[in-house]
């Protein structure tokens, strides 16, 4: 989804100051091996907190040889029983490869239906760009699984934590209408979600 480089490679130089769609260029004759190489997903990140699970992201941020290319993967790991909660990427479709455990995935398209699938290692899915997706590992054991975006960024958005964690946060009578609750069980949920980004 990303625009089409115009160059073989444009590895980013996140100090240049340069504000551009992306990462300005470092000089071509700059670039070094290890710019197109990366350990950020050989390992997983901690899944001690509350969703039982973790994302760990392989973007341009972090992959500066992936700056104006188009693509990016992630790793997440889940405990027994987590939950990578339903989520959008704004700038990419996903596709994802179960490597270890059995997940629940759903999708949910803008007709409101729910697809979905119980998945084991060596299987895959495809979550359409924008539309809201989460998995869930139904155990038993460990679930990990690697998934790659068609955006060097593709963003994501946690449906729970922008809704009830967002700084500053929604008023809660406008969420309190929203979900056709009483404030009480709004300001609830809320106190759920303080210490989540
Ligand atoms: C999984 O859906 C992910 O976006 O990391
Ligand atoms: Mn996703």
């Known amino acids: 989804a990303d625009p089409d ?6 590895v ?5 100051g340069i504000t551009v769609n ?20 050989s390992k997983g990140g901690s899944t001690d907190n509350p969703n039982g699970s973790n994302a760990t992201v392989m973007d341009a941020t972090v992959f500066p040889g992936l700056n104006t ?53 060596g299987e895959s899915f495809v979550m359409p760009r924008g539309l809201l997706h989460f998995q869930y590992n139904m155990g038993p054991g460990k679930a990990t ?3 790659s975006f068609n955006s060097q960024k593709p963003g994501i958005v946690f449906a729970p934590q922008t809704l009830f964690g967002s700084k500053p946060e929604i008023p809660t009578e406008i969420l309190a209408k929203a979900f056709r609750v009483d404030t009480d069980t709004i300001e609830y949920i809320k106190s759920k979600f303080q210490d989540d980004c």
Request: proline share 6%; net charge negative.
């Open 69 to 121: 290319l188009g693509v990016s993967m992630n790793r997440v790991d889940f405990e027994e029983g987590g939950i990578n909660p339903p989520h959008v990427h704004p700038r990419a479709s996903e596709v994802g490869y179960v490597a270890e455990g059995i997940l629940y995935v759903g999708i949910l398209s803008t007709e409101n239906k729910l697809y979905s699938k119980i998945l084991k290692a």
């Open 5 to 10: 480089p115009l160059q073989d490679f444009c």
């Open 12 to 16: 980013a130089d996140p100090t240049s």
């Open 145 to 147: 699984q690697f998934v």
């Open 22 to 41: 992306g990462f300005a260029c470092k000089a071509a004759r700059a670039a070094r091996s290890s710019d197109f190489f990366s350990s950020a997903i």
